[in-house]
Structure formats: structure tokens, C-alpha cells
């Protein structure tokens, strides 16, 4: 089975420091792996996806991504954070290759970022 | 429509009641997801269609709860009899094609609160 693991419920940067969320998978067949990001009260949005391209994957609003298959990670970073980088992150890992017919996506539990001014 | 919509935003039930919960997809996605969110917590998945087939309800916490889509396109999930641990934000989300290639697009959510 597929799991998701995110370190750290909070994460609390200054403004202009770097952001580092963290996102541990466990997969059976090479996954496709995903961070979203959710407002309050609104629904999710993709920032970026790997789908077994590169491994540095450039998302929306400055945020990247690195797939590291022998460490089993998928972190997202951005170099210099922004008050309006303030939500909450979700990663999620799909495994295509199954024969299930499920096209699910499996989330961790989230990391609330706070950008401190 | 500009993304997925979903209604209503907020509802109210009292526990042992029925509830629907709307979602409306974006127009022309075939594959449309329900997720349940709980506080403080990472969507889980509930059930998934392909048009109007339900394809997988794996995540159907209990015979309460019931998802349609009947002419493929809105979807409605039922739960019957609701307890308080319903208590959640259901989102909807659609994709334009069948493959986990293409983008889910989620919905703003149904907050449903069971008192």
C-alpha cells in the first residue's frame, strides 16, 4: 500500500528565508508524486507534480520539488518565502502502474506554513 | 463552468438525518473523485468515477454513505442516518481524462457538521 508521510505539522520561516516542507512516500511501483496547496476555505491546488520526467520539478509561485528515489522524498522548497506563501501543504502519491483501476490520489496529513513578517 | 463547484458550502444536519451533497465538475471531465477531509487532516479518498460508472468505492467508510453520477457529468454523494463522526469537509475533484497524468481540479468543499 501507498502512504504518505509529511514532517512537521507547522513550519513557521521569516519572510524572505528559504522554505522547506518535507514529504516521505512509500510506494511498491514507481510513484507519481504531487504538492498541493489549500487557502482556508478554499480547495486544493496543484503547485507541481512528478511524473517520472526529471527529478527537479518547477511548480507555480516559485516553489520546486526534487524526487530522490534512494531516500524515498519528495521535499518541496522555494528560496525566498512571501506572506502570501502562508497555507497549508498537502503531498500526495498516486501509483499508476497498478492494475486497480484507482486513480485515487493518497495526501499526508498536511503542513500549515506561517510566514513570520 | 470556470472550475468545480460544489453545494451546498456549509451544511447542518442533525445526527440521523440524510444529507446530499452536490458537485458539479468542470464541463467535459470524464473522472470525478470524493474525498472526505477531516480537521486538522489530509483528504482521504472515497469513491471515483469514470462518466457514470462508479469504478471504485474502496473508501466508503460504511453502507451510509452513496455517490452517483448518473449522466456523467454532476455527482451527488447521500449519506444516510449521519453520525457525528461525518463531521467533515467533502471536496470534489475532476480530471479531464482517465489517467493519473492528467490535473485533478478540487472543489472549494462542503463543510458538513453533525451536531
Excluded at chain 1, 507547522?10 to 518535507?22: K, T
Excluded at chain 1, 520546486?64 to 531516500?71: D, G, P
Excluded at chain 2, 458550502?9 to 473522472?31: E, F, N, T
Aim: hydrophobic share 35%; with cysteine.
Amino acid at each position: 500500500a501507498q502512504s504518505v508521510t509529511q514532517l512537521g505539522s507547522h513550519v513557521s520561516v521569516s519572510e524572505g528565508a528559504l522554505v522547506l516542507l518535507r514529504c516521505n512516500y512509500s510506494s511498491s511501483v514507481p510513484p507519481y508524486l504531487f504538492w498541493y496547496v489549500q487557502y482556508p476555505n478554499q480547495g486544493l491546488q496543484l503547485l507541481l507534480k512528478y511524473t517520472s520526467a526529471a527529478t527537479l520539478v518547477k511548480g507555480i509561485n516559485g516553489f520546486e520539488a526534487e524526487f530522490k528515489k534512494s531516500e524515498t522524498s519528495f521535499h518541496l522548497t522555494k528560496p525566498s518565502a512571501h506572506m502570501s506563501d502562508a497555507a497549508e501543504y498537502f503531498c500526495a502519491v498516486s501509483e499508476e502502474g497498478m492494475d486497480t483501476g484507482r486513480r485515487a490520489l493518497t495526501f499526508g496529513s498536511g503542513t500549515r506554513l506561517q510566514v513570520q513578517p | 463552468g470556470a472550475g468545480v463547484s460544489q453545494s451546498p458550502r456549509y451544511k447542518v444536519a442533525k445526527r440521523g438525518q440524510d444529507v446530499a451533497l452536490r458537485c458539479d465538475p468542470i464541463s467535459g471531465h470524464v473522472s470525478l473523485f470524493w474525498y472526505q477531509q477531516a480537521l486538522g487532516q489530509g483528504p482521504e479518498f472515497l469513491t471515483y468515477f469514470q462518466n457514470e460508472a462508479q469504478l471504485d468505492k474502496s473508501g466508503l467508510p460504511s453502507d451510509r454513505f452513496f455517490a452517483e453520477r448518473p449522466e456523467g457529468s454532476v455527482s451527488t454523494l447521500k449519506i444516510q442516518r449521519t453520525q457525528q463522526e461525518d463531521s467533515a469537509v467533502y471536496l470534489c475533484a475532476s480530471s479531464l481524462g482517465r489517467g493519473i497524468i492528467y490535473e485533478q481540479y478540487f472543489g472549494p468543499g462542503t463543510r458538513l457538521t453533525v451536531t
